[in-house]
């Protein structure tokens, strides 16, 4: 199992990022998969969610209207579109996938969110 996270950067308040998770190693749309983030300091947060279809999302309240999760089974790969960035959401973020009662991370993109 390989998650590769990409698209992280340094972005002003106000502004965009789009995150990606390429996935391989096991089958990408029989999984649901999750975005997570840790901030210096901070516990890992689940950010959003998503189920293997892609029909059913859901989002910790701090982000939502803000952040949308989705995926393309067909390329297997999640993305994060990250709107109107804030401090607040810097932080260190990651892909998930459970198979089988095993938790599965990628490596972690940072997002850093200051003038």
């Known amino acids: 199992v390989q998650l590769v996270e990409s698209g992280g950067g340094l972005v002003q308040p106000g502004g965009s990022l789009r995150l990606s998770c390429a996935a391989s190693?096991?089958?990408?749309?029989?999984?649901?998969m999750g975005w997570y983030r840790q901030a210096p300091g901070k516990e890992r947060e689940l950010v959003a969610s998503?189920?293997?279809?892609?029909?059913?999302?859901g989002y910790v309240g701090s982000v939502k209207g803000r952040f949308t999760i989705s995926r393309d089974n067909a390329k297997n790969t999640m993305y994060l579109q990250m709107n109107n960035l804030q401090p607040g959401d810097t932080a260190v973020y990651y892909c998930n996938t459970r198979l089988a009662r095993l938790t599965y991370w990628g490596q972690g993109t940072q997002v850093t969110v200051s003038s």
């Open positions: 998503i189920t293997n279809t892609g029909r059913s999302t």
């Open positions: 190693g096991f089958t990408f749309n029989s999984s649901d």
